[in-house]
């Protein structure tokens, strides 16, 4: 249940397709096609409601990628993407792969960020774009 102990059947189904999705990235879209396929269809404006209002509640992160991609959304199981955890993402240019980068490094460069320069990035919406490994072979 959110903070405002507001809980509907659609928001609590739409909770567990994205648990059941193991860490995928979805769109909204996916959403509502999963949900139109299972014969229970959801419209788009209440998927995106449903979804801010997750993240709003920590337990749906949300990554936008770029201005011609639609955002993505992934649950966030226990032990995952915990508060204090950092997690980047980078975007293969070639194939679109989005890969979960944990890095003490880029942690160290987050904490940097914050001591020398007083800016308090937000790894989980940050992404590195370049090449992916299998796209540079």
């Known amino acids: 249940m959110n903070k405002t102990g507001y809980k509907t059947k ?6 567990e397709y994205l648990k059941s999705c193991g860490g995928d990235h979805i769109t909204a879209n996916d959403v509502c096609e999963h ?3 299972c014969g229970s269809p959801i419209g788009l404006t209440t998927v995106y409601r449903h979804l801010e209002r997750m993240v709003d509640d920590g ?10 991609t639609p955002a993505c959304f992934e649950y966030i199981s226990e032990g995952e993407h915990g508060k204090d955890e950092v997690c980047f993402h980078c975007k293969c240019e070639k194939c679109g792969k989005l890969i ?10 987050k904490e940097h960020l914050f ?11 940050t992404v590195f774009y370049g090449v992916c490994k299998d796209c540079s072979k």
């Open 10 to 15: 659609q928001k609590q189904e739409l909770l």
């Open 35 to 37: 949900f139109k396929e």
């Open 59 to 68: 337990v749906v992160s949300k990554y936008i990628i770029d201005a011609n």
């Open 100 to 109: 979960h980068m944990h890095c003490d490094e880029l942690n160290e460069i």
């Open 115 to 125: 001591s020398h320069h007083g800016f308090n990035i937000n790894s989980m919406r």
